[in-house]
């Protein structure tokens, strides 16, 4: 057990909802990270928080967004969804901003279905 | 874009035998190169990293092999057992410069291990 927590941890939905994924970080951990897995393309990273500010943005799509709360937990929303939406979401973090070589902790993941 | 090009995508080995996953960057600004394990149904977790200084880390059974020169860098599993069934990623992170040590993920090898 990684320590990262995500809640659901299953969601079916239908095309143009929005939802919202949620993830606790590590005890500690300042950063929390968002990664897409898809069978197609793979792990992507997608968004970087850290101590409750935006600190980096990869492959994230202007209809999913994210933020870090004062208690370090981070949601991502998801809207207008279509179908190639469908994956599993991660949640990672680390101790600090990322500046230096750090682990970084792996939740179990949410799985999103889009009907 | 960034990219880690991961071969090969699937490898069966028989119990004992010696596993070799490889992967390839481009991006020369990349200085950290950790491989993840994950089980089906669970996030990926840290195995073992190597930075560019050294050419080879050993932990256990698992071994990186680091080839600057080539941009190349791979994952030795000696006496591979059947526990070691899973998918294999292999990543590469960027330097303290870019503010964030965001993961650039390979696509994934999935590993079984037949007795």
């Known amino acids: 057990d990684s320590g990262v927590t995500q809640t659901p941890k299953h969601l079916i939905t239908a095309t143009g909802q929005r939802v919202t994924l949620r993830c606790s970080p590590r005890s500690g951990d300042l950063s929390v990270y968002w990664y897409q897995q898809s069978l197609d393309q793979g792990l992507q990273f997608l968004i970087q928080y850290y101590n409750g500010e935006e600190r980096a943005k990869g492959n994230i799509l202007e209809r999913f967004s994210a933020q870090q709360f004062p208690d370090l937990h981070s949601e991502l929303n998801l809207s207008s969804l279509e179908l190639g939406d469908s994956a599993l979401y991660f949640c990672a973090s680390s101790v600090g901003a990322g500046g230096i070589i750090e682990t970084q902790y792996f939740g179990p993941g949410t799985r999103l279905l889009v009907l | 874009q960034q990219q880690v090009k991961q071969s090969p995508q699937s490898l069966i080995v028989q119990k004992g035998g010696i596993s070799i996953i490889n992967c390839a960057y481009e991006n020369t600004a990349f200085d950290y190169f950790p491989w993840y394990q994950q089980f089906p149904g669970k996030g990926p977790a840290l195995l073992i990293a190597i930075r560019p200084d050294v050419s080879e880390k050993k932990e256990g059974r698992f071994t990186i092999s680091f080839n600057k020169s080539a941009k190349q860098f791979s994952l030795h599993i000696m006496d591979s057992q059947p526990g070691d069934s899973a998918t294999y990623f292999c990543?590469?992170?960027?330097?303290?410069?870019?503010?964030?040590?965001?993961?650039?993920f390979g696509k994934g090898t999935k590993l079984s291990v037949i007795p």
């Open positions: 990543a590469a992170s960027g330097s303290p410069g870019a503010g964030s040590y965001q993961l650039t």
